[in-house]
């Protein structure tokens, strides 16, 4: 109850800081679990899209574990989608192609992967109909 506040600098601090950056990464983040098991391409490809989206450094990825699982980040993942619907249709298919990119990062991609992809274009408003079998880079 009185433990201190995390305070998050740099990249870290403006992702803490804007709710709808925020859902973004927790839905990519999701995307790495969706199958129950955290396969280290997959979390790659979410590292990889953190530092260009977001320009979250590698070095920072300690930090920004400790930042998802956040009581702030808690309270954004419980209004993500309503938050993501702030994003225009260019940003929203841009996570949706980032959420098919990890899925597509470990070579047998599931039902959980491709049921949470669907689930999430229905919830954004966009039409899904890209098959997630190819792996990419």
Do not use: Y
Not at 16 to 30: C, I, M, Q, W, Y
């Amino acid at each position: 109850m009185f433990e201190p506040k995390p305070e998050w600098t740099g990249a870290l601090g403006k992702l803490a800081e804007n709710p709808v950056a925020l859902a973004e990464v927790l839905v990519l983040f999701r995307m790495v679990l969706a199958d129950g098991v955290v396969h280290p391409s997959q979390l790659t490809a979410f590292e990889r899209i953190c530092e260009r989206q977001f320009g979250i450094s590698p070095r920072d990825m300690p930090e920004l574990h400790a930042l998802l699982d956040s009581p702030r980040a808690r309270l954004v993942d419980a209004e993500a989608f309503t938050l993501l619907s702030q994003l225009d249709t260019e940003a929203r298919t841009a996570l949706l192609d980032d959420m098919m990119r990890i899925a597509r990062a470990h070579s047998d991609v599931g039902t959980g992967e491709d049921r949470l992809i669907r689930r999430t274009a229905g919830l954004l408003g966009l039409e899904f109909e890209a098959r997630l079998g190819a792996k990419e880079e």
